[in-house]
Protein backbone atom coordinates (compact mmCIF):
# COMPACT_ATOMS: atom_id res chain seq x y z
CA UNK A 1 0.00 0.00 0.00
CA UNK A 2 2.67 3.07 0.56
CA UNK A 3 5.54 3.33 -1.57
CA UNK A 4 8.96 5.02 -0.96
CA UNK A 5 8.64 8.56 -1.51
CA UNK A 6 12.86 8.17 -2.42
CA UNK A 7 14.72 5.07 -3.50
CA UNK A 8 16.78 3.78 -0.40
CA UNK A 9 19.89 4.60 0.14
CA UNK A 10 21.35 2.56 2.79
CA UNK A 11 20.45 -0.58 3.59
CA UNK A 12 20.47 -2.75 6.52
CA UNK A 13 19.49 -6.61 8.07
CA UNK A 14 16.84 -7.19 10.36
CA UNK A 15 14.02 -10.50 10.75
CA UNK A 16 10.93 -10.51 10.75
CA UNK A 17 9.10 -13.34 12.32
CA UNK A 18 12.28 -14.88 11.06
CA UNK A 19 12.60 -13.96 7.63
CA UNK A 20 15.57 -12.04 6.90
CA UNK A 21 14.93 -8.54 5.12
CA UNK A 22 16.54 -5.45 3.84
CA UNK A 23 15.34 -2.23 5.08
CA UNK A 24 15.96 1.18 5.42
CA UNK A 25 18.08 3.21 7.74
CA UNK A 26 16.73 5.74 9.93
CA UNK A 27 13.27 4.16 9.37
CA UNK A 28 11.05 3.54 12.18
CA UNK A 29 10.16 -0.12 13.05
CA UNK A 30 7.06 1.08 12.04
CA UNK A 31 7.53 2.70 9.09
CA UNK A 32 9.92 -0.55 7.66
CA UNK A 33 6.95 -2.64 8.15
CA UNK A 34 4.72 -0.51 6.24
CA UNK A 35 7.32 -0.32 3.59
CA UNK A 36 7.53 -4.09 3.84
CA UNK A 37 3.46 -4.29 2.66
CA UNK A 38 2.75 -5.70 6.62
CA UNK A 39 0.03 -3.34 7.03
CA UNK A 40 -1.22 -4.78 10.25
CA UNK A 41 1.69 -5.89 13.12
CA UNK A 42 -0.78 -7.17 15.46
CA UNK A 43 -3.85 -8.55 16.24
CA UNK A 44 -6.14 -6.92 19.86
CA UNK A 45 -5.65 -9.09 22.80
CA UNK A 46 -9.46 -8.57 23.30
CA UNK A 47 -11.05 -9.30 19.85
CA UNK A 48 -8.42 -10.41 17.52
CA UNK A 49 -8.57 -8.05 15.06
CA UNK A 50 -5.99 -6.56 13.32
CA UNK A 51 -4.23 -3.37 13.99
CA UNK A 52 -1.15 -1.11 12.01
CA UNK A 53 0.83 1.59 12.80
CA UNK A 54 -1.43 4.82 12.84
CA UNK A 55 -0.31 8.29 13.81
CA UNK A 56 3.57 7.35 13.61
CA UNK A 57 4.21 9.66 16.50
CA UNK A 58 3.63 7.39 19.76
CA UNK A 59 0.41 8.49 20.41
CA UNK A 60 -2.18 5.98 19.48
CA UNK A 61 -0.31 2.64 21.00
CA UNK A 62 -1.35 0.45 17.60
CA UNK A 63 1.64 -0.03 16.09
CA UNK A 64 2.69 -2.61 18.85
CA UNK A 65 5.42 -5.50 17.84
CA UNK A 66 7.87 -7.32 19.68
CA UNK A 67 11.42 -5.72 18.94
CA UNK A 68 14.21 -8.57 20.41
CA UNK A 69 12.52 -10.56 22.47
CA UNK A 70 10.37 -7.64 23.86
CA UNK A 71 6.45 -7.36 23.39
CA UNK A 72 4.29 -4.22 23.57
CA UNK A 73 6.96 -2.19 22.20
CA UNK A 74 5.60 1.17 19.77
CA UNK A 75 7.24 0.29 16.74
CA UNK A 76 7.00 4.14 15.25
CA UNK A 77 9.48 5.45 17.96
CA UNK A 78 12.00 2.94 18.04
CA UNK A 79 15.05 2.37 14.98
CA UNK A 80 15.41 -0.10 12.99
CA UNK A 81 18.99 -1.59 14.11
CA UNK A 82 20.93 -3.91 12.00
CA UNK A 83 20.29 -7.69 13.14
CA UNK A 84 17.33 -6.56 14.64
CA UNK A 85 14.86 -8.99 15.74
CA UNK A 86 10.94 -8.03 14.16
CA UNK A 87 8.01 -10.13 15.08
CA UNK A 88 4.25 -9.58 15.04
CA UNK A 89 2.18 -9.93 17.45
CA UNK A 90 -1.26 -12.35 17.95
CA UNK A 91 -2.98 -11.28 20.80
CA UNK A 92 -2.14 -10.85 24.28
CA UNK A 93 1.60 -12.06 25.54
CA UNK A 94 1.42 -14.76 27.48
CA UNK A 95 3.45 -14.38 30.87
CA UNK A 96 6.19 -17.41 29.59
CA UNK A 97 6.96 -14.91 27.21
CA UNK A 98 7.50 -11.91 29.51
CA UNK A 99 9.69 -14.30 31.24
CA UNK A 100 11.87 -15.20 28.35
CA UNK A 101 12.26 -11.46 27.15
CA UNK A 102 13.95 -11.08 30.62
CA UNK A 103 16.29 -13.95 29.46
CA UNK A 104 16.65 -12.22 26.13
CA UNK A 105 17.68 -9.01 28.03
CA UNK A 106 20.29 -10.94 30.20
CA UNK A 107 18.23 -9.85 33.21
CA UNK A 108 16.68 -12.07 35.68
CA UNK A 109 12.99 -11.92 36.33
CA UNK A 110 12.87 -10.12 39.82
CA UNK A 111 15.81 -7.74 39.56
CA UNK A 112 14.12 -4.80 38.55
CA UNK B 1 -43.33 14.09 31.94
CA UNK B 2 -43.02 17.76 33.92
CA UNK B 3 -39.94 18.56 36.22
CA UNK B 4 -41.56 18.50 39.56
CA UNK B 5 -43.22 15.15 38.85
CA UNK B 6 -40.09 13.60 40.06
CA UNK B 7 -40.26 11.07 43.27
CA UNK B 8 -36.64 11.00 43.70
CA UNK B 9 -33.55 13.24 42.44
CA UNK B 10 -30.28 12.08 43.28
CA UNK B 11 -27.49 14.00 43.94
CA UNK B 12 -24.08 12.33 42.33
CA UNK B 13 -24.38 10.37 39.74
CA UNK B 14 -21.37 7.62 40.72
CA UNK B 15 -21.62 4.20 41.66
CA UNK B 16 -23.46 5.06 44.60
CA UNK B 17 -26.25 7.29 43.18
CA UNK B 18 -26.63 5.41 40.11
CA UNK B 19 -26.93 1.85 42.43
CA UNK B 20 -29.52 3.24 44.32
CA UNK B 21 -31.36 5.16 41.27
CA UNK B 22 -31.54 1.70 40.19
CA UNK B 23 -33.01 -0.03 42.51
CA UNK B 24 -36.13 3.40 42.93
CA UNK B 25 -36.79 3.16 38.83
CA UNK B 26 -36.68 -0.94 39.37
CA UNK B 27 -39.27 0.14 42.15
CA UNK B 28 -41.19 2.27 39.72
CA UNK B 29 -40.24 5.53 40.82
CA UNK B 30 -39.75 8.43 38.79
CA UNK B 31 -36.33 9.30 39.13
CA UNK B 32 -33.79 12.22 38.08
CA UNK B 33 -30.13 11.64 38.27
CA UNK B 34 -28.13 15.13 38.79
CA UNK B 35 -24.52 14.46 38.32
CA UNK B 36 -21.19 17.14 37.78
CA UNK B 37 -19.36 17.13 34.29
CA UNK B 38 -16.42 14.67 32.84
CA UNK B 39 -13.81 15.85 34.47
CA UNK B 40 -15.48 16.02 38.19
CA UNK B 41 -13.53 14.13 40.76
CA UNK B 42 -15.66 10.51 40.55
CA UNK B 43 -13.96 7.70 42.98
CA UNK B 44 -16.31 5.29 40.42
CA UNK B 45 -14.06 5.35 37.33
CA UNK B 46 -10.71 5.39 39.03
CA UNK B 47 -11.46 2.26 41.18
CA UNK B 48 -10.12 -1.71 41.47
CA UNK B 49 -12.89 -3.10 40.99
CA UNK B 50 -12.79 -5.53 43.52
CA UNK B 51 -15.90 -7.12 45.31
CA UNK B 52 -14.39 -8.18 48.50
CA UNK B 53 -15.28 -9.68 52.04
CA UNK B 54 -12.43 -10.57 53.75
CA UNK B 55 -11.11 -8.80 56.59
CA UNK B 56 -13.95 -6.50 56.38
CA UNK B 57 -15.91 -5.39 59.96
CA UNK B 58 -13.18 -4.74 62.21
CA UNK B 59 -15.14 -2.90 64.77
CA UNK B 60 -18.77 -3.11 62.98
CA UNK B 61 -19.75 -6.55 62.74
CA UNK B 62 -22.64 -5.22 60.38
CA UNK B 63 -20.31 -3.97 57.73
CA UNK B 64 -19.59 -7.51 57.71
CA UNK B 65 -23.47 -8.78 57.41
CA UNK B 66 -23.72 -6.08 54.89
CA UNK B 67 -20.83 -6.42 52.53
CA UNK B 68 -21.85 -10.46 52.56
CA UNK B 69 -25.37 -9.54 51.58
CA UNK B 70 -24.02 -7.25 48.96
CA UNK B 71 -21.44 -10.12 47.99
CA UNK B 72 -24.81 -13.04 47.80
CA UNK B 73 -26.95 -10.14 46.06
CA UNK B 74 -24.32 -9.91 43.47
CA UNK B 75 -24.99 -12.74 40.40
CA UNK B 76 -28.32 -11.88 40.74
CA UNK B 77 -28.07 -8.27 40.07
CA UNK B 78 -25.13 -8.70 37.45
CA UNK B 79 -27.62 -10.33 35.45
CA UNK B 80 -30.24 -7.92 36.07
CA UNK B 81 -28.09 -5.63 34.71
CA UNK B 82 -27.16 -7.69 31.66
CA UNK B 83 -30.78 -8.31 30.88
CA UNK B 84 -31.69 -4.86 31.00
CA UNK B 85 -28.77 -3.68 29.24
CA UNK B 86 -27.09 -6.45 27.14
CA UNK B 87 -23.92 -5.23 29.04
CA UNK B 88 -21.88 -7.91 31.26
CA UNK B 89 -20.07 -6.43 33.66
CA UNK B 90 -17.41 -9.76 34.13
CA UNK B 91 -18.43 -10.61 37.67
CA UNK B 92 -16.28 -13.33 39.28
CA UNK B 93 -16.59 -14.62 42.35
CA UNK B 94 -14.09 -17.47 42.52
CA UNK B 95 -12.77 -16.37 46.00
CA UNK B 96 -10.13 -14.03 46.04
CA UNK B 97 -6.25 -13.84 48.37
CA UNK B 98 -4.18 -11.50 50.02
CA UNK B 99 -0.26 -12.26 50.05
CA UNK B 100 1.94 -12.15 53.33
CA UNK B 101 5.53 -11.02 52.33
CA UNK B 102 7.28 -11.29 55.69
CA UNK B 103 6.46 -13.32 58.78
CA UNK B 104 5.46 -10.54 60.44
CA UNK B 105 2.82 -9.27 57.91
CA UNK B 106 1.61 -13.00 58.40
CA UNK B 107 1.35 -12.66 62.33
CA UNK B 108 -0.47 -9.44 61.48
CA UNK B 109 -2.98 -10.99 59.19
CA UNK B 110 -3.62 -13.66 61.02
CA UNK B 111 -4.26 -12.32 64.31
CA UNK B 112 -6.32 -9.91 62.36
CA UNK B 113 -8.26 -12.46 61.27
CA UNK B 114 -9.01 -14.03 64.59
CA UNK B 115 -9.68 -10.58 66.08
CA UNK B 116 -12.88 -9.77 63.62
CA UNK B 117 -14.06 -13.49 63.81
CA UNK B 118 -14.23 -13.19 67.51
CA UNK B 119 -16.46 -10.58 67.65
CA UNK B 120 -19.86 -10.39 69.29
CA UNK B 121 -22.27 -10.87 66.39
CA UNK B 122 -19.64 -11.66 63.82
CA UNK B 123 -21.73 -13.44 60.79
CA UNK B 124 -18.99 -15.89 60.24
CA UNK B 125 -17.38 -16.94 57.54
CA UNK B 126 -14.40 -18.92 56.43
CA UNK B 127 -10.94 -16.75 56.05
CA UNK B 128 -8.26 -19.91 55.23
CA UNK B 129 -4.67 -18.78 55.93
CA UNK B 130 -2.15 -20.68 53.74
CA UNK B 131 1.30 -21.31 53.70
CA UNK B 132 3.65 -20.49 50.87
CA UNK B 133 3.43 -24.13 49.50
CA UNK B 134 -0.46 -24.27 49.51
CA UNK B 135 -0.57 -20.85 47.79
CA UNK B 136 2.08 -22.16 45.15
CA UNK B 137 -0.60 -24.76 43.94
CA UNK B 138 -2.69 -21.56 43.05
CA UNK B 139 -0.28 -19.46 41.79
CA UNK B 140 3.29 -21.38 41.06
CA UNK B 141 4.78 -18.29 40.12
CA UNK B 142 4.84 -16.66 43.79
CA UNK B 143 8.24 -15.36 44.62
CA UNK B 144 10.56 -16.89 47.42
CA UNK B 145 9.50 -13.81 49.96
CA UNK B 146 6.08 -14.91 49.77
CA UNK B 147 5.40 -16.31 53.39
CA UNK B 148 1.79 -17.05 52.66
CA UNK B 149 -1.60 -15.80 52.57
CA UNK B 150 -5.55 -15.72 53.49
CA UNK B 151 -8.08 -16.89 51.13
CA UNK B 152 -11.92 -16.18 51.11
CA UNK B 153 -14.39 -17.82 48.70
CA UNK B 154 -16.87 -15.35 49.14
CA UNK B 155 -14.02 -12.62 47.43
CA UNK B 156 -14.16 -11.50 43.32
CA UNK B 157 -13.86 -8.97 40.76
CA UNK B 158 -15.46 -7.71 38.12
CA UNK B 159 -15.22 -4.52 35.20
CA UNK B 160 -15.41 -1.81 37.21
CA UNK B 161 -15.79 0.96 34.23
CA UNK B 162 -18.21 -2.00 33.11
CA UNK B 163 -20.30 -1.66 36.06
CA UNK B 164 -20.37 2.40 35.60
CA UNK B 165 -21.70 2.22 32.28
CA UNK B 166 -24.00 -0.65 32.78
CA UNK B 167 -25.41 1.02 35.74
CA UNK B 168 -25.96 4.23 33.29
CA UNK B 169 -27.60 2.65 30.41
CA UNK B 170 -29.55 0.57 33.01
CA UNK B 171 -31.44 3.46 34.93
CA UNK B 172 -31.88 5.50 31.76
CA UNK B 173 -33.41 2.48 30.09
CA UNK B 174 -36.06 2.30 33.25
CA UNK B 175 -36.89 5.83 32.98
CA UNK B 176 -34.60 7.35 35.05
CA UNK B 177 -33.51 11.19 33.67
CA UNK B 178 -29.69 11.80 33.57
CA UNK B 179 -28.37 15.53 34.06
CA UNK B 180 -24.60 15.88 33.43
CA UNK B 181 -23.48 19.21 34.05
CA UNK B 182 -25.98 20.11 36.49
CA UNK B 183 -24.21 20.12 40.15
CA UNK B 184 -26.34 20.85 42.94
CA UNK B 185 -25.54 24.27 44.77
CA UNK B 186 -27.89 24.57 47.52
CA UNK B 187 -30.98 22.41 48.58
CA UNK B 188 -33.97 23.95 50.37
CA UNK B 189 -37.94 22.97 50.86
CA UNK B 190 -40.96 24.72 49.09
CA UNK B 191 -43.90 23.30 51.30
CA UNK B 192 -44.06 19.49 50.32
CA UNK B 193 -40.72 19.57 48.04
CA UNK B 194 -37.31 19.83 47.61
CA UNK B 195 -35.95 22.66 45.33
CA UNK B 196 -32.32 21.23 44.51
CA UNK B 197 -30.90 24.42 42.67
CA UNK B 198 -28.50 23.56 40.07
CA UNK B 199 -25.19 25.29 38.94
CA UNK B 200 -25.91 27.16 35.32
CA UNK B 201 -29.49 25.15 34.75
CA UNK B 202 -33.11 25.39 36.31
CA UNK B 203 -34.05 24.26 39.72
CA UNK B 204 -35.29 20.45 39.73
CA UNK B 205 -37.97 20.02 42.20
CA UNK B 206 -38.39 16.20 43.76
CA UNK B 207 -40.58 15.02 46.77
CA UNK B 208 -37.76 13.04 48.52
CA UNK B 209 -33.90 13.52 47.40
CA UNK B 210 -30.77 11.25 48.15
CA UNK B 211 -27.73 12.82 48.25
CA UNK B 212 -25.00 10.61 46.95
CA UNK B 213 -22.55 13.17 46.14
CA UNK B 214 -19.49 11.49 46.67
CA UNK B 215 -16.71 13.78 48.31
CA UNK B 216 -20.12 16.54 48.13
CA UNK B 217 -22.06 14.74 50.29
CA UNK B 218 -19.96 16.51 53.70
CA UNK B 219 -20.98 19.87 51.88
CA UNK B 220 -24.38 19.35 51.12
CA UNK B 221 -25.77 16.99 54.24
CA UNK B 222 -26.03 20.11 56.65
CA UNK B 223 -28.42 21.87 54.08
CA UNK B 224 -30.65 18.95 55.03
CA UNK B 225 -30.00 18.22 58.80
CA UNK B 226 -27.64 15.10 57.52
CA UNK B 227 -24.35 14.28 58.63
CA UNK B 228 -22.03 12.87 56.16
CA UNK B 229 -18.37 13.40 57.05
CA UNK B 230 -16.22 12.34 54.40
CA UNK B 231 -13.00 13.22 53.25
CA UNK B 232 -10.85 12.18 50.34
CA UNK B 233 -7.95 9.33 50.76
CA UNK B 234 -6.27 8.94 47.54
CA UNK B 235 -5.14 5.66 45.86
CA UNK B 236 -2.64 5.09 42.88
CA UNK B 237 -2.98 2.20 40.23
CA UNK B 238 -0.51 0.75 37.70
CA UNK B 239 -1.85 -0.37 34.79
CA UNK B 240 0.73 -3.64 32.77
CA UNK B 241 -0.04 -4.34 29.40
CA UNK B 242 -2.99 -6.67 28.74
CA UNK B 243 -1.28 -10.51 29.29
CA UNK B 244 -2.65 -13.74 28.56
CA UNK B 245 -4.41 -15.20 31.30
CA UNK B 246 -2.03 -16.28 34.55
CA UNK B 247 -4.33 -15.11 37.47
CA UNK B 248 -7.35 -17.58 38.19
CA UNK B 249 -8.30 -15.18 41.14
CA UNK B 250 -7.93 -11.65 42.49
CA UNK B 251 -5.31 -10.86 44.72
CA UNK B 252 -6.64 -7.69 47.20
CA UNK B 253 -3.75 -5.42 45.54
CA UNK B 254 -3.15 -7.46 42.31
CA UNK B 255 -5.67 -8.65 39.99
CA UNK B 256 -6.30 -9.39 36.04
CA UNK B 257 -8.69 -8.15 34.24
CA UNK B 258 -11.32 -10.27 32.50
CA UNK B 259 -9.56 -8.63 29.42
CA UNK B 260 -5.98 -9.30 30.41
CA UNK B 261 -5.01 -6.27 32.01
CA UNK B 262 -2.53 -6.43 35.44
CA UNK B 263 -4.04 -4.01 37.78
CA UNK B 264 -1.40 -3.26 40.59
CA UNK B 265 -2.89 -0.81 43.89
CA UNK B 266 -3.80 -0.68 47.11
CA UNK B 267 -2.07 2.72 48.20
CA UNK B 268 -3.75 4.71 50.91
CA UNK B 269 -2.87 8.46 51.32
CA UNK B 270 -3.69 11.79 52.62
CA UNK B 271 -3.75 14.04 49.82
CA UNK B 272 -7.11 16.42 49.78
CA UNK B 273 -8.23 16.80 46.49
CA UNK B 274 -5.41 16.16 44.47
CA UNK B 275 -5.78 13.10 42.57
CA UNK B 276 -2.29 13.20 40.61
CA UNK B 277 0.13 10.06 40.62
CA UNK B 278 3.88 10.06 42.05
CA UNK B 279 6.53 7.60 41.27
CA UNK B 280 7.41 6.96 44.84
CA UNK B 281 3.96 5.18 45.20
CA UNK B 282 4.55 3.53 41.72
CA UNK B 283 7.69 2.11 42.86
CA UNK B 284 6.30 1.17 46.28
CA UNK B 285 3.23 -0.87 44.46
CA UNK B 286 5.42 -2.08 42.07
CA UNK B 287 7.80 -3.25 44.27
CA UNK B 288 5.21 -5.52 45.95
CA UNK B 289 3.49 -6.97 42.46
CA UNK B 290 6.95 -8.07 41.49
CA UNK B 291 8.26 -9.70 44.99
CA UNK B 292 5.06 -11.64 44.46
CA UNK B 293 5.05 -11.95 41.33
CA UNK B 294 9.02 -12.29 39.68
CA UNK B 295 8.13 -12.29 36.56
CA UNK B 296 6.07 -9.34 36.34
CA UNK B 297 9.97 -7.13 35.96
CA UNK B 298 9.84 -7.70 32.59
CA UNK B 299 5.81 -6.56 32.20
CA UNK B 300 5.23 -2.99 31.18
CA UNK B 301 3.71 -0.33 32.90
CA UNK B 302 1.10 1.26 29.93
CA UNK B 303 -0.53 3.68 32.48
CA UNK B 304 -0.83 4.99 35.66
CA UNK B 305 -3.78 6.34 37.65
CA UNK B 306 -5.19 8.48 41.03
CA UNK B 307 -8.31 9.05 42.36
CA UNK B 308 -9.64 9.82 45.55
CA UNK B 309 -11.55 7.44 47.56
CA UNK B 310 -14.81 8.93 49.91
CA UNK B 311 -13.68 7.92 53.32
CA UNK B 312 -16.02 8.11 56.56
CA UNK B 313 -14.23 9.06 60.00
CA UNK B 314 -14.05 5.29 60.54
CA UNK B 315 -14.12 3.48 56.93
CA UNK B 316 -17.66 2.17 57.01
CA UNK B 317 -20.32 2.98 55.41
CA UNK B 318 -22.54 6.16 56.24
CA UNK B 319 -26.52 6.20 55.87
CA UNK B 320 -28.30 9.08 56.85
CA UNK B 321 -31.99 9.69 56.93
CA UNK B 322 -33.03 13.23 58.35
CA UNK B 323 -35.14 13.62 61.16
CA UNK B 324 -36.04 17.47 60.51
CA UNK B 325 -36.68 16.95 57.22
CA UNK B 326 -38.79 14.06 55.90
CA UNK B 327 -38.00 12.39 52.77
CA UNK B 328 -33.95 13.22 52.47
CA UNK B 329 -31.51 10.36 52.63
CA UNK B 330 -27.66 10.28 52.18
CA UNK B 331 -25.40 7.27 51.23
CA UNK B 332 -22.06 7.32 51.19
CA UNK B 333 -19.02 4.34 51.63
CA UNK B 334 -15.63 3.29 50.22
CA UNK B 335 -16.51 0.30 48.65
CA UNK B 336 -19.26 1.20 45.89
CA UNK B 337 -18.43 -1.43 43.36
CA UNK B 338 -18.59 -4.29 46.24
CA UNK B 339 -22.09 -2.86 48.18
CA UNK B 340 -23.69 -1.81 44.59
CA UNK B 341 -25.82 -4.71 44.63
CA UNK B 342 -26.74 -4.26 48.28
CA UNK B 343 -27.38 -0.40 47.22
CA UNK B 344 -29.63 -1.59 44.72
CA UNK B 345 -31.34 -4.55 46.14
CA UNK B 346 -31.48 -3.75 49.82
CA UNK B 347 -31.02 -0.22 50.77
CA UNK B 348 -33.19 1.09 47.92
CA UNK B 349 -36.47 -0.44 48.78
CA UNK B 350 -36.08 1.04 52.53
CA UNK B 351 -35.27 4.20 50.77
CA UNK B 352 -38.70 3.91 48.92
CA UNK B 353 -40.49 2.54 52.38
CA UNK B 354 -38.94 5.69 54.20
CA UNK B 355 -37.30 4.04 56.54
CA UNK B 356 -33.81 2.65 56.96
CA UNK B 357 -34.94 -0.24 59.04
CA UNK B 358 -32.65 -2.36 61.73
CA UNK B 359 -29.84 -3.72 59.34
CA UNK B 360 -28.99 -0.13 58.46
CA UNK B 361 -29.39 1.20 61.80
CA UNK B 362 -25.63 0.80 62.97
CA UNK B 363 -24.73 3.05 59.93
CA UNK B 364 -26.04 6.23 61.38
CA UNK B 365 -24.00 8.73 61.36
CA UNK B 366 -24.82 9.03 65.12
CA UNK B 367 -21.90 7.11 65.75
CA UNK B 368 -19.22 10.26 65.02
CA UNK B 369 -21.01 12.72 67.24
CA UNK B 370 -19.63 11.95 70.35
CA UNK B 371 -16.05 11.70 68.95
CA UNK B 372 -17.34 15.44 67.12
CA UNK B 373 -17.95 16.81 70.46
CA UNK B 374 -14.49 15.82 72.08
CA UNK B 375 -12.76 17.25 68.82
CA UNK B 376 -14.37 20.41 69.29
CA UNK B 377 -12.72 20.89 72.47
CA UNK B 378 -9.11 20.06 71.20
C1 LIG C 1 -8.16 3.87 43.96
C2 LIG C 1 -9.49 3.34 44.41
C3 LIG C 1 -9.72 1.98 44.44
C4 LIG C 1 -10.96 1.49 44.86
N1 LIG C 1 -11.17 0.14 44.81
C5 LIG C 1 -12.37 -0.36 45.13
C6 LIG C 1 -12.63 -1.75 45.05
O1 LIG C 1 -11.76 -2.52 44.64
N2 LIG C 1 -13.85 -2.21 45.42
C7 LIG C 1 -14.82 -1.38 45.87
O2 LIG C 1 -15.89 -1.85 46.23
N3 LIG C 1 -14.62 -0.04 45.94
C8 LIG C 1 -13.42 0.48 45.58
N4 LIG C 1 -13.21 1.82 45.64
C9 LIG C 1 -14.27 2.67 46.14
C10 LIG C 1 -15.35 2.99 45.14
O3 LIG C 1 -14.79 3.42 43.95
C11 LIG C 1 -16.22 4.08 45.77
O4 LIG C 1 -16.78 3.61 46.96
C12 LIG C 1 -17.37 4.50 44.91
O5 LIG C 1 -16.95 4.77 43.62
C13 LIG C 1 -18.00 5.71 45.52
O6 LIG C 1 -19.03 6.11 44.70
P1 LIG C 1 -19.78 7.47 44.96
O7 LIG C 1 -20.88 7.48 43.99
O8 LIG C 1 -20.08 7.59 46.40
O9 LIG C 1 -18.68 8.58 44.70
P2 LIG C 1 -18.08 9.15 43.33
O10 LIG C 1 -17.72 8.08 42.41
O11 LIG C 1 -16.99 10.09 43.73
O12 LIG C 1 -19.26 9.91 42.69
C14 LIG C 1 -19.80 11.07 43.22
C15 LIG C 1 -20.60 11.69 42.14
O13 LIG C 1 -21.28 12.82 42.63
C16 LIG C 1 -21.12 13.88 41.73
N5 LIG C 1 -21.26 15.12 42.48
C17 LIG C 1 -20.43 15.66 43.40
N6 LIG C 1 -20.91 16.80 43.87
C18 LIG C 1 -22.09 17.00 43.25
C19 LIG C 1 -23.09 18.03 43.31
N7 LIG C 1 -22.95 19.06 44.13
N8 LIG C 1 -24.17 17.92 42.50
C20 LIG C 1 -24.32 16.86 41.66
N9 LIG C 1 -23.42 15.87 41.58
C21 LIG C 1 -22.32 15.94 42.35
C22 LIG C 1 -19.74 13.66 41.15
O14 LIG C 1 -19.59 14.33 39.92
C23 LIG C 1 -19.74 12.16 40.98
O15 LIG C 1 -20.33 11.75 39.79
C24 LIG C 1 -11.98 2.36 45.25
C25 LIG C 1 -11.76 3.73 45.19
C26 LIG C 1 -10.54 4.23 44.78
C27 LIG C 1 -10.33 5.69 44.72
S1 LIG D 1 1.72 4.44 15.28
FE1 LIG D 1 0.68 5.46 16.86
S2 LIG D 1 1.89 5.05 18.58
FE2 LIG D 1 2.97 4.14 16.99
Not at chain 2, 5 to 15: E, H, T
Request: aromatic fraction near 6%; include cysteine; hydrophobic fraction near 40%.
Amino acid sequence: MFRRACPSRHLIQVTVDAETVNVEAGDTVAAALLALGKDACRTTPVTGSPRGPYCMMGVCFDCLVRIDGKANQQGCMVLVKPGMRIELQHGANALVDVLSAGRVRGTSPGNC
Amino acid sequence: MTDDAFDFAIVGGGLVGLAIAYGLVRGNQRVVILDEGDNALRASRGNFGLVWVQGKGQGLPAYSSWTQLSARLWPEFAQMLRDDTGVDVALEQKGGFQICLSEAEMRVRVDAVRQLMIQPGFETYEIRTLDRHQLQGYYPGIGPGVVGGSYSALDGHLNPLKLFWALHLATQERGAAYRPNAPVTRITRDASRFVLACKESKAVLAQRVVLAAGLDNARLAPMLDMDLPVRPQRGQILVLERLRRFMDRPIVNLRQTDEGTVLIGDSQEEAGLDDRTSTTIAATLADRAVRTFPVLANARVVRTWGALRVMSPDGFPIYDRSRTQPGAFGATCHSGVTLAAAHALALAPRVIAGDLGDMLAPFAPARFQSARRSMEYV
